[in-house]
C-alpha cells in the first residue's frame, strides 16, 4: 500500500510569511497526526485527528499554528506568522485507529525560516 | 505525566560487535513503549513496540528490547551491528493501552557503525 505523502518536502520562508503544508495518510486510516521535529530534538505532537475531529491541540500554539482535516482524508497544517523558532522537520503520521495500530509516519516537510 | 530519557545521545560501535541503546520511562499508568528508527531523509519507522504481553520482544532487523518495569527500563540491543544500521533511534512511550495516542518521544541517540 502507499504510505503517508507529504509535501512539500523542503520550503524556506521569512519571518512573519505565512506557510501550508500537505498531508494525505494512508487510505483507510482514520487518525492523523501532525508532530514537530526540531533539530536534535524527537518528534512532538502537535494536533490528533479522527476522521475529520481534533483529539488533542493540546500543544498546537493556536496564536500562529493551525490545522484541518476536510472530509477525513487529507490534512493540510498552516503557520502564519512564521518565526525564527518554527525552523524545523513536520511530520505527518497516521494509524488505522486509535487503539494498538502501529503509526506510519511520512518523510516530513523541512522548514527554514530565516 | 510520561516520559522518556535515552541515556546516551550518540553511541558508537564497530561492525559485527553488539549495540546497546538505553532508555528509561516514567509513567503513570501500563505503558506501552516502542523503539523507532529514523534514516536520514527518510521517515520514522516502528522496530519494536510492548504493549503488556511477552516482556521480551522481537523486532525488525535483528533488533530486540526488553522490558523491565522494576528499573523502568526499555533497552534495545542487537548481538551483532551492521553498516546499514547507522541512523537515529527514539525510545517512545504512550500511557493509554495499546498506544495509539498521546505518544511521547526521547530526544533520540545517534547510533554509528565503524567499519
Known amino acids: 500500500e502507499a504510505g503517508v505523502a507529504q509535501s512539500p518536502r523542503y520550503k524556506i520562508i521569512e519571518k512573519r510569511q505565512s506557510v501550508a503544508f500537505w498531508c494525505n495518510p494512508i487510505?483507510?486510516?482514520?487518525?492523523l497526526y501532525w508532530y514537530q521535529q526540531i533539530l536534535g530534538q524527537g518528534p512532538k505532537l502537535l494536533i490528533q485527528f479522527q476522521n475529520n475531529g481534533v483529539v488533542d491541540d493540546s500543544q498546537l500554539p493556536k496564536d500562529r499554528f493551525s490545522a484541518e482535516r476536510l472530509k477525513g482524508v487529507d490534512s493540510t497544517l498552516k503557520i502564519q506568522p512564521a518565526k525564527l523558532e518554527d525552523s524545523a522537520v513536520y511530520l505527518c503520521a497516521s494509524t488505522r485507529d486509535r487503539i494498538g495500530y502501529e503509526q506510519y509516519f511520512g518523510p516530513g516537510t523541512r522548514l527554514t525560516v530565516t | 505525566a510520561q516520559s522518556v530519557t535515552q541515556l546516551d545521545s550518540h553511541v558508537s560501535v564497530s561492525e559485527g560487535t553488539p549495540v546497546l541503546l538505553r532508555c528509561n520511562y516514567s509513567s503513570s499508568y501500563s505503558p506501552s513503549l516502542f523503539w523507532y528508527v529514523q534514516h536520514p531523509n527518510k521517515g520514522l519507522q516502528l522496530l519494536l513496540k510492548y504493549t503488556s504481553a511477552a516482556t521480551l520482544v522481537k523486532g525488525i532487523n535483528g533488533f530486540e528490547a526488553e522490558f523491565k518495569k522494576s528499573e523502568t527500563s526499555f533497552h534495545l540491543t542487537k548481538p551483532s551491528a551492521h553498516m546499514s544500521d547507522a541512523a537515529e533511534y527514539f525510545c517512545?512511550?504512550?500511557?493509554?493501552?495499546?498506544?495509539?495516542?498521546?505518544?511521547?518521544f526521547g530526544k533520540g541517540t545517534h547510533l554509528i557503525i565503524q567499519p
Open positions: 487510505s483507510g486510516h482514520a487518525t
Open positions: 517512545v512511550v504512550a500511557d493509554s493501552g495499546g498506544g495509539a495516542d498521546g505518544l511521547t
